[in-house]
């Protein structure tokens, strides 16, 4: 059974930085393309970033620059590090698995962010 | 950057059929996916590739895509069906993926 779960997330001053952690089950992560997407508090998805199982990472153009999407084969694990935190960055991010033709088929519960002062 | 546009409510009666529509430029030229989220859960795959359903997904779920519209019809709506749905498609110019504006079902 595939399973995603979600964790790190948190209460974090405007500036600040957080890593979120992504652990899958049921599949090998390294050989799927991954996905980030957050949805702030009364508001629609937002894709952030996808890394594909060659390595490649894209950003949307609000995170880029400061977000760095990553994983750890030997853990199975997907991460998403969050530098420079502004208080547009709150949301719930979701992990959440690639499948056929660029299409998001098993996500994560999602683990909450909030950036305030 | 590609924009995805959908009505942001839409109505319907139990037992009646809710069109959603999902709008961008040449849209039938991509494949469009639909994901429902009811209120706490995360996203669940309804429709993908334009017209197909997941195994699991009720027959009463089904999608078209011509054009500059795609449209996810739920035929016969249930109680259980109320949720927001959203619209989503990969923008190859960027390799971004993009996901409509949101489309909350309501059944009266």
């Known amino acids: 059974e595939v399973q995603l779960v979600e964790s790190g997330g948190g209460l974090i001053q405007p500036g600040g930085s957080l890593r979120l952690s992504c652990a899958a089950s049921g599949f090998t992560v390294s050989s799927n393309y991954m996905s980030w997407v957050r949805q702030a508090p009364g508001k629609g998805l937002e894709w952030v970033s996808v890394i594909y199982s060659g390595g490649s990472t894209y950003y949307a153009d609000s995170v880029k620059g400061r977000f760095t999407i990553s994983r750890d084969n030997s853990k199975n694990t997907l991460y998403l590090q969050m530098n420079s935190l502004r208080a547009e960055d709150t949301a719930v991010y979701y992990c959440?698995?690639?499948?056929?033709?660029?299409?998001?088929?098993?996500w994560g519960q999602g683990t909450l962010v909030t950036v305030s002062s | 950057s590609y924009v995805l546009t959908q009505p942001p409510s839409v109505s319907v009666a139990p037992g009646q059929t809710a069109r959603i529509t999902c709008g961008g430029n040449?849209?039938?030229?991509?494949?469009v996916h639909w994901y429902q989220q009811k209120p706490g859960q995360a996203p669940v795959l309804v429709v993908y590739?334009?017209?197909d359903r997941p195994s699991g997904i009720p027959e009463r779920f089904s999608g078209s895509n011509s054009g500059n519209t795609a449209t996810l019809t739920i035929s016969r709506v249930e109680a259980g069906d109320e949720a927001d749905y959203y619209c989503q498609v990969w923008d190859s110019s960027s390799d971004h993926y993009v996901f409509g504006t949101g489309t909350k079902v309501t059944v009266l």
């Open positions: 959440a698995r690639g499948g056929g033709q660029q299409l998001f088929d098993y």
């Open positions: 590739d334009d017209s």
């Open positions: 040449n849209i039938g030229s991509k494949s």
